[in-house]
């Protein structure tokens, strides 16, 4: 069944588009009619089109594979960053770093430096320091938080892209493009859909439906990561469950050779004592 519906999606505002001048043609099929110059967007393709990205990102976080989230937007930052935390997934939302993506080692050199100032910050040798260096120490590692923060533990390119304004972060979206990762994307009438892998017609402006759309699918990613915790769990129990059954064939295997040799003990012991009375005799 679709993850939300019509009216849901009309009360937050999602159909809103922009105006008719300032439309991009591309977007044609998921306008439905332009009203007081303003165009509305489709919301049944919507549902079906926000349906179809939350079950993708819902496999990606089962695999155990991350998603990115970019949006900087000054509207969409604080609720992104909000929804986003509480599933794990890395965000970025307030500067694009430029060559974040094609130029992933540069930026984990960052993020590594940015732990190593931590360090320093936590041990011995922070007393020694002057009063100033520790304040540009501060200053540059809050700078570091600010941008890199919410990345520090991706490792690894992420396995998807998932943006809120594709004209806003069309350099993220380029950078994602050029290296074949797939992009989820909430795409207003002004925006060009095309080269975006999972287009989700939307009103990318107003709070409330970025609220919407990125809660539904944060609520897709964290049953994908339940799904995977449960099928870890489900694995681990089999696992002991054969490790178990092993000990114990391997116990009665012992014990049968040993009711054996017992046997063959007793047969010598027998077959000694009836040649001893045949001797007596």
Not at 54 to 59: D, L, T
Not at 79 to 107: D, S
Not at 130 to 139: C, D, Y
Request: charged share 35%; aromatic share 4%; glycine share 4%.
């Amino acid at each position: 069944m679709p993850r939300t519906n019509f009216q849901e999606l009309l009360d937050a505002g999602v159909h809103f588009g922009h105006l008719k001048r300032k439309w991009n043609p591309a977007m044609a099929p998921y306008i439905f009619m332009e009203k007081s110059g303003i165009h509305i967007i489709d919301l049944q393709k919507t549902v079906v089109k926000l349906d179809e990205a939350a079950s993708a990102m819902k496999q990606i976080a089962k695999s155990g594979r991350r998603i990115l989230f970019v949006a900087t937007k000054k509207q969409a930052k604080e609720l992104v960053a909000e929804e986003v935390a509480k599933v794990g997934m890395p965000y970025i939302v307030e500067r694009w770093p430029g060559g974040m993506l094609t130029n992933f080692p540069t930026i984990r050199k960052s993020v590594k430096k940015m732990i190593s100032v931590d360090k320093l910050m936590k041990g011995s040798n922070w007393d020694s320091l002057s009063k100033r260096e520790k304040l540009q120490i501060t200053r540059q590692r809050a700078k570091q938080e600010k941008v890199l923060g919410s990345i520090s533990d991706l490792s690894r390119l992420p396995a998807a892209l998932f943006v809120v304004d594709v004209l806003k972060e069309k350099i993220a979206v380029h950078e994602a493009q050029r290296l074949g990762i797939p992009v989820f994307a909430m795409v207003d009438t002004n925006s060009n859909p095309e080269g975006i892998d999972f287009v989700i017609p939307s009103n990318d402006d107003a709070s409330q439906s970025i609220r919407l759309i990125v809660h539904i699918v944060c609520g897709a990613i964290d049953e994908g990561l339940t799904e995977r915790k449960a099928e870890k769990e489900k694995e681990d129990t089999e696992a002991a469950a054969r490790k178990e059954r092993k000990r114990n064939a391997s116990a009665k295997k012992s014990d049968d050779k040993n009711k054996v040799k017992e046997d063959k003990s007793e047969k010598n012991e027998k077959e000694d004592n009836d040649n001893d009375n045949d001797n007596q005799e």
